[in-house]
């Protein structure tokens, strides 16, 4: 009964090497975001959908782009990875976007070569 | 813009001792608070939020928490910490109905040793 999926759960790419990460959930939520998080630090909001509404972070590099085909699937496309985007990726829902709790998978770890 | 402060990077505590996680934030509305919990290479697990009403928070695994407004604080607490509980405690913040994501702190590291 696994409601956010995340695959694979660990990824190893080459350095320029385009790379897409998936998830997909089975709650029919609103929202999916995802979030990169390093080593011993608080998960960064990359950017989210409200359904197919996209929102991207300020901050977030060019070389990070996202598609949800649909309310289920949401993926992750790295353009040309470099060795500063090795991190863990986690994908998130939920129903709406204020008070609502978000519900997360359980990551994919990236590794550069 | 709200942000959120957890003062302690690591807490050491000793198994079957009481815990207080503290957590201190800043906006500018009224917020809602959120406590999650992650354990190593997994994703983030909710311990227990604040949207409203009573200020104690009770959430899973025997932890609560605190809302004081004018303290502007959220700390987490247990009475009695077991070796499980070791994982990494992240508190986080999300601005009222409208538009606003979550922003997390940097996160407390849980130590319980026997």
């Known amino acids: 009964d696994a409601m956010v999926i995340q695959n694979p759960r660990y990824q190893v790419t080459q350095f320029g090497k385009p790379v897409t990460l998936s998830c997909s959930q089975t709650?029919?939520?609103?929202?999916m975001y995802w979030y990169q998080q390093k080593s011993s630090q608080a998960p960064k909001l990359l950017f989210h959908?409200?359904?197919?509404?996209?929102?991207n972070e300020a901050d977030t590099p060019d070389n990070f782009q996202s598609r949800r085909p649909n309310t289920s699937f949401c993926f992750l496309d790295i353009r040309s990875p470099g060795l500063g985007d090795a991190a863990m990726y986690l994908c998130a829902t939920s129903r709406e976007i204020s008070g609502n709790e978000q519900f997360f998978g359980p990551g994919t770890r990236l590794t550069v070569l | 813009a709200q942000s959120v402060t957890q003062l302690d990077s690591q807490v050491p505590v000793f198994e079957e001792a009481p815990v207080e996680l503290r957590c201190n934030y800043s906006s500018s509305v009224s917020v809602y608070l959120f406590w999650y919990v992650q354990y190593p290479n997994q994703g983030l697990q909710l311990l227990l939020k604040?949207?409203?009403?009573?200020?104690l928070v009770k959430g899973i695994n025997g932890f609560e928490a605190e809302f004081n407004k004018s303290q502007t604080s959220f700390h987490l607490r247990k009475p009695s910490v077991h070796i499980s509980d070791t994982a990494e405690y992240f508190c986080a913040v999300s601005g009222p109905p409208g538009y606003s994501t979550l922003t997390f702190g940097k996160g407390t590291m849980l130590l319980v040793s026997p």
């Open positions: 709650l029919n939520h609103n929202v």
């Open positions: 959908y409200y359904d197919k509404d996209f929102n």
């Open positions: 604040y949207l409203s009403g009573s200020t």
